[in-house]
């Protein structure tokens, strides 16, 4: 599986540039994507990877919807795990998904 890469001082992973047509939407956006990763650490205490798929099957869209290219991804990484059955992969990806969505500075154009 691959590693998501880390933000460094050197780029911009952090930034995400989103068309201004969407700013009256974000904070709904971000506050439902904290909520899934909140339902999908839930799921995976059960081991209900279905859940959990369907949640990231979900989240990878919406990410892409609004130019959150990196929440796609690692929605993905969290979908193909969870259809593996692999829980140790969706934990750290959660994680990592968890601390983006905090951090993530968003740029309207």
């Known amino acids: 599986m691959p590693a998501?890469?880390?933000?460094t001082p050197d780029n911009d992973a952090l930034t995400v540039h989103v068309e201004s047509d969407f700013e009256p939407l974000l904070p709904k956006f971000m506050a439902n994507r904290k909520k899934e990763v909140v339902t999908m650490r839930?799921?995976?205490e059960r081991q209900d990877f279905d859940a959990v798929r369907k949640l990231a099957h979900g989240m990878k869209g919406a990410g892409g919807s609004y130019g959150f290219d990196r929440v796609t991804a690692m929605a993905a990484t969290i979908e193909q795990a969870a259809k593996a059955g692999s829980a140790a992969p969706i934990a750290t990806e959660l994680s990592l998904l968890a601390t983006y969505l905090e951090q993530v500075q968003?740029?309207?154009?």
Request: aromatic share 10%; hydrophobic share 45%; charged share 20%.
């Open 4 to 7: 998501t890469p880390q933000p």
């Open 42 to 44: 839930e799921a995976l």
């Open 106 to 109: 968003v740029v309207f154009d």
